[in-house]
């Protein structure tokens, strides 16, 4: 994770949605030339592969603004809930949403995740908790896969928290999604992953594993919500059913990642809610990497715990808070994120044949990346061979940055 294969003085060259070639630019100049490319001048600038987020909530319906006020005067989970927050808040508005409301809040936040430099997002239902509610999110999320030009991997979020409807009933729910829910959005083709959110405050393992299962049966990919609030056993959950992801993972011991470390799941860490709920605790980024595990970074973008689609500060964040170095945090935000969404073939890092998904960043340095936190170095966004973003900058001294027109 730590090796970045940098190229001074690099080059890319791309041909349709492809990259073709990759070295150092006097080294292609004459293929340019010959396939009369459009010369895009970075100099002094660094060019890396797009941000790929592979863990965000992105269909809901206004924020939970009073539930942050809330949590800063020292009220409880279980206290903001029972004032009528949380989760099941979300629901009740999403419920209250048409389909047009919901896309179109939802493409204003595409565009500012393009801004920021993700060209790949993984997107959850899990607002809705009513079977006919979650499958109008994933219709919003088919809906905006056509309408954007960024990539759109839909997750069906099966079990985030029972509804009203079911208060006390949480066994009938968990049949209710395994027997109505999953073959109804599989039918409609509507979710390549399947996610479940097995912690104290949510779902069991044994509950988890019925609706993963059931997934399985229809072609969904599992992933887990696993270990956040406390420690359950869902890490090794996902290992038993080959999910791409277990994500979250603040509550792991050491039998965890010794077993995630020789699994092919990806460990997907989510600081960006740690940092809004105010902990002092943070997953264990560090002991994963030096056991060998694959680790991921994502926003967790969602109106509760982590209202942030900048994948730049989540790389601030890894590196000051999990001790990540810098170009671990970058191979987390790009190739590993790819691979836990099962695309590490064609994103997530500038090869040949890969995807032409490129981000330039207005820094000397990769390294300034996260150590300017907070702020939005991208300048330019490529999504497939094609700018889907491009910021004028005034000039400097040996930098000049021509920018692609569609």
């Known amino acids: ?85 949380g989760i099941q808040s979300s629901a009740r508005r999403v419920q209250k949403a048409s389909p047009t409301k919901l896309q179109n809040q939802a493409e204003a936040f595409l565009t500012q995740f393009a801004a920021h430099g993700t060209t790949t997002i993984e997107v959850k239902s899990g607002y809705g908790l009513e079977i006919d509610e979650e499958l109008k999110t994933l219709r919003v999320i088919l809906s905006l896969q056509k309408a954007t030009k960024l990539e759109l991997v839909p997750t069906l979020m099966a079990l985030h ?113 740690n940092f809004h709920l105010g902990l002092r605790t943070f997953p264990p980024a560090r002991r994963l990497i030096e056991h060998g595990a694959a680790v991921a970074l994502a926003t967790d973008f969602n109106p509760g715990t982590s209202p942030t689609l900048n994948m730049q500060f989540i790389l601030s964040l890894a590196c000051t808070q999990m001790r990540m170095t810098p170009a671990e945090a970058v191979t987390a935000a790009t190739i590993n994120g790819a691979c836990a969404l099962r695309r590490g073939k064609c994103i997530g890092s500038i090869e040949a044949e890969k995807q032409a ?20 170095h991208c300048v330019m966004t490529v999504k497939r061979g094609r700018s889907i973003y491009a910021r004028p900058l005034a000039h400097r001294r040996d930098r000049e940055v021509m920018h692609i027109e569609e």
Do not use: W
């Not at 998904?357 to 939005?376: H, Q, T």
């Open 1 to 85: 994770m730590g090796e970045l294969g940098i190229i001074a003085d690099g080059g890319v060259l791309t041909k349709g949605k492809k990259i073709s070639h990759v070295g150092a630019s006097r080294s292609l100049e004459r293929e340019a030339l010959r396939t009369n490319a459009e010369a895009i001048d970075c100099r002094g600038r660094v060019a890396m592969p797009g941000f790929v987020d592979s863990h965000t909530h992105l269909i809901f319906s206004d924020s939970r603004v009073n539930d942050y006020e809330l949590r800063l005067q020292g009220k409880t989970y279980q206290e903001i809930a029972q004032s009528g927050g």
């Open 161 to 273: 928290a029972p509804p009203d409807s079911f208060a006390g009933r949480r066994a009938e729910y968990v049949e209710e999604v395994a027997n109505r829910l999953v073959p109804a959005a599989a039918r409609e083709g509507l979710a390549e992953f399947i996610d479940c959110f097995c912690d104290r405050e949510a779902f069991s393992v044994a509950d988890c594993r019925r609706v993963l299962e059931r997934g399985k049966q229809f072609g969904m990919i599992p992933r887990t919500h696993a270990e956040q609030l406390a420690r359950t056993g869902a890490a090794h959950l996902g290992i038993e059913l080959e999910a791409a992801s277990a994500d979250h993972l603040d509550m792991l011991n050491g039998a965890d990642i010794r077993a995630l470390s020789s699994s092919n799941v990806i460990a997907t860490l989510l600081p960006g809610a």
């Open 357 to 376: 998904d490129l981000i330039v960043m207005d820094v000397d340095d990769y390294r300034e990346i996260p150590y300017y936190f907070a702020m939005n």
